[in-house]
């Protein structure tokens, strides 16, 4: 590949960046099915809540500004999930 060629290839988007903090909550569906609520650094300021059965299957995510507003976030989420009954909450 010559110079022009090269830099007229279009390169890779870089992966962005999940890195888990800390998982806020596990709970079993009426299904079986495992609902994990986790809070992730990303390639943005701050972190980010993100719920779901797995990272392909995300249900709900946002951006908080820090650690201590991502536990509340995720706290009020859980709380709406056993709201609608029929959900186990798992250790870990």
Same mark, same amino acid.
């Given at each position: 590949?010559?110079?022009?060629e090269?830099r007229? %290839?279009?390169? #890779?988007?870089p !992966?962005a960046r999940?890195?888990?903090l =800390? ?15 986790a809070?992730y650094? %990303?390639?943005? #300021?701050?972190? !980010?809540?993100r719920?779901?059965?797995? =990272? ?5 995510s946002?951006?908080?500004?820090e650690?201590?507003?991502?536990r ?8 709406a999930v ?7 909450e798992?250790?870990?």
């Amino acid at each position: 590949m010559d110079q022009w060629e090269e830099r007229m %290839t279009r390169r #890779p988007e870089p !992966e962005a960046r999940l890195d888990l903090l =800390e998982t806020a909550w596990r709970l079993r569906t009426p299904r079986g099915r495992i609902l994990t609520c986790a809070i992730y650094r %990303t390639d943005t #300021p701050g972190v !980010e809540v993100r719920a779901g059965f797995s =990272e392909d299957d995300l249900i709900r995510s946002q951006r908080s500004a820090e650690i201590g507003s991502a536990r509340d976030l995720a706290a009020e989420w859980k709380q709406a999930v056993i709201a609608k009954g029929g959900f186990t909450e798992l250790a870990g």
